[in-house]
């Protein structure tokens, strides 16, 4: 039985097959859907390596580990053939709170955890594909995996790295979720997206409020606002960074909001994605008294939770001061 369907599943074209497997992608609601060899990424690697030499990782200590599982799949997956890469629009047209009372929440997490929607996807994805081909083995990989998802998405033509280091797409601009599928089923390749866009734009860089992208698509991230107020454990936020935090309490668009790529943005139809109660942004006294009990249940199944509750409060510490301090208001 189980060699037939092993036969069964080497007899299938690998152009239908992945056909048929991006139409699924499709209407389980990915956005965009590519698929890439399921090979190591030494170049990639190369950057990792030179990117963690210049300690430019900050405190995140475990983007040095796993180094070989996170540029090889087969680390991951030892059959691994292919790799489905996916993203996900996720843009409302909402804007960012423009008051000081208020602290701003980056746009991926107005909504539901990604990482929960499209892990569900591709769960779905993946079923589907079991039932199809029998036997198949995948690994669904959003974020907490050690895969480089926005490599796997150049690799299967889903757009550029911007020199904000983002993946940009044509049609969405970079306001999209990645993810991907490593399958140990053969499948048609598609060309890997080789163009650069950019151009001599240098708006990111340029608006950048704490000057974190240091050359085009290298971040720093001990001056990342992004890191700062989401990765960052300690009791205060760095001076140059708190300074400079422009009312984010958690993450930053600022990269993102400049990009001329993001005119094309439109909105999505993720329903899951549609800022919680309508907010994009926090009452900065309200965090600064909230209990723990209040914090679980209102981020329960969000993104906003990998701050924790005290890291909320510190940020919010830091708006307030430097609002305090500020000479305009
Ligand atoms: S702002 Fe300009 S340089 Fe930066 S990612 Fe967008 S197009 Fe590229």
């Not at 299938?12 to 389980?28: F, Q």
């Not at 804007?95 to 892990?119: F, N």
């Not at 163009?195 to 240091?214: F, K, Q």
């Not at 050359?215 to 991230?221: F, I």
Request: glycine content about 6%; aromatic content about 8%.
């Amino acid at each position: 039985m189980v060699v037939n369907e092993t036969l069964k599943r080497e007899r299938e074209d690998p152009h239908s097959r992945a056909v048929k497997i991006k139409e699924r992608a499709l209407a389980l609601g990915f956005h965009k859907v590519g698929i890439a060899r399921a090979e190591p990424l030494p170049d990639e690697r190369a950057r990792l390596e030179e990117w963690l030499r210049r300690g430019l990782h900050a405190t995140m200590h475990w983007m040095a580990r796993d180094i070989e599982r996170r540029t090889d799949p087969r680390q991951l997956l030892p059959a691994a053939r292919s790799v489905i890469a996916v993203a996900l629009n996720y843009y409302t047209p909402h804007v960012h709170a423009d008051d000081p009372t208020q602290g701003k929440i980056s746009r991926y997490a107005w909504g539901d955890d990604y990482h929960l929607v499209i892990e569900e996807k591709l769960r779905t994805l993946l079923s589907w594909m079991q039932s199809e081909w029998p036997g198949t083995q995948g690994k669904i990989c959003v974020d907490a995996q050690p895969a480089m998802d926005k490599a796997w998405a150049v690799r299967a033509g889903l757009g550029w790295i911007g020199k904000h280091s983002n993946l940009i797409t044509r049609e969405y601009g970079s306001w999209v979720f990645l993810g991907e599928l490593i399958l140990d089923l053969e499948l048609e390749p598609d060309a890997p997206f080789a163009e650069d866009h950019c151009g001599t734009c240098t708006l990111c860089l340029e608006a950048c409020p704490t000057g974190a992208i240091v050359e085009p698509r290298v971040v720093d991230a001990g001056r990342c606002i992004s890191y700062a107020t989401i990765e960052l454990r300690a009791e205060e936020i760095p001076d140059e960074v708190a300074r400079n935090l422009d009312g984010w309490l958690f993450g930053c668009d600022v990269c993102q909001d400049v990009c001329p790529w993001n005119r094309f943005e439109q909105p999505t139809d993720e329903e899951h994605f549609a800022p919680r109660s309508g907010q994009t942004s926090l009452p900065l006294a309200e965090v600064i008294e909230m209990d723990h009990e209040t914090y679980a249940e209102r981020f329960r199944h969000s993104a906003i939770k990998r701050a924790k509750l005290s890291g909320l409060k510190r940020t919010a510490r830091a708006l307030l001061a430097g609002d305090r301090d500020s000479p305009e208001r």
